[in-house]
């Protein structure tokens, strides 16, 4: 079936470090692909997408390449703040798009 | 516009008693879904509705729950008779079908059954 797997949290990192959490996915169509952010004691929200392989989705620093042949997305940043500590979750749509699923989520902790 | 807006943000009830959590989707989406969020089985969809009519109900964990949507504005998920384990945060979400296919998710609410 479709489902999205995440590395498991949490990761600890100082600030200005390089991070990654690792997303790989398995779907039986051609999937939309999501990062979302949970800060503490709210809802998610958007933080990118890609809808189509080799599409990079990009925003506040953050970067994920959909990669059909390895079938990831994997979330990157450059330089780490501590305002990024947060929940981060992989997330795939169908095409029809009535339908999500979310990993599991990867605390993020960033030390000053 | 105001986004999804869920009510209330935190709510505290005993064993037994029945809760209504109450969402307002984004004028205009045409998708409404319900979520269960906790630490041991992460983000859980109960169930969604398309155009007010329930599509998928797979998710809701047994009859205790239900689901409804009477208008284009307004859902409720309701737990009858509540359970300590029930205890988790309550998300709802929306979208518009067809566009972006992006999910906007309420604040959430926090049931505790004690």
């Known amino acids: 079936g479709d489902s999205v797997t995440q590395m498991e949290g949490p990761v600890t990192l100082s600030e200005e470090a390089f991070l990654t959490i690792n997303c790989t996915y398995t779907a039986t169509g051609y999937p939309s692909l999501f990062w979302y952010v949970q800060y503490p004691g709210e809802g998610l929200q958007l933080l990118l997408k890609a809808t189509k392989a080799d599409d990079k989705g990009s925003n506040k620093g953050f970067e994920a390449t959909y990669r059909k042949e390895t079938t990831s997305f994997h979330l990157e940043k450059g330089s780490v703040q501590v305002s990024d500590s947060a929940v981060y979750f992989c997330?795939?749509?169908?095409?029809?798009?009535?339908?999500?699923?979310f990993g599991s989520g990867t605390k993020l902790n960033v030390k000053p | 516009d105001a986004g999804v807006i869920q009510s209330p943000r935190h709510e505290v009830t005993e064993m037994g008693q029945e809760v209504t959590l109450r969402c307002k989707p984004i004028s205009g989406h045409d998708y409404l879904f319900w979520y269960r969020q906790t630490m041991m089985r992460g983000l859980e969809l109960l169930i969604y509705?398309?155009?007010?009519?329930?599509?998928?109900d797979s998710g809701m964990p047994e009859d205790r729950f239900s689901a409804k949507m009477p208008n284009a504005s307004f859902s409720t998920l309701k737990i009858q008779p509540s359970e300590p384990r029930d205890s988790a945060v309550y998300f709802c979400?929306?979208?518009?079908?067809?566009?972006?296919?992006?999910?906007?998710f309420g604040a959430g609410t926090r049931l505790s059954v004690l």
């Open positions: 979400a929306s979208i518009q079908g067809q566009a972006q296919n992006i999910q906007y």
């Open positions: 997330a795939l749509s169908l095409y029809n798009f009535n339908k999500f699923y």
């Open positions: 509705f398309n155009n007010n009519v329930p599509i998928d």
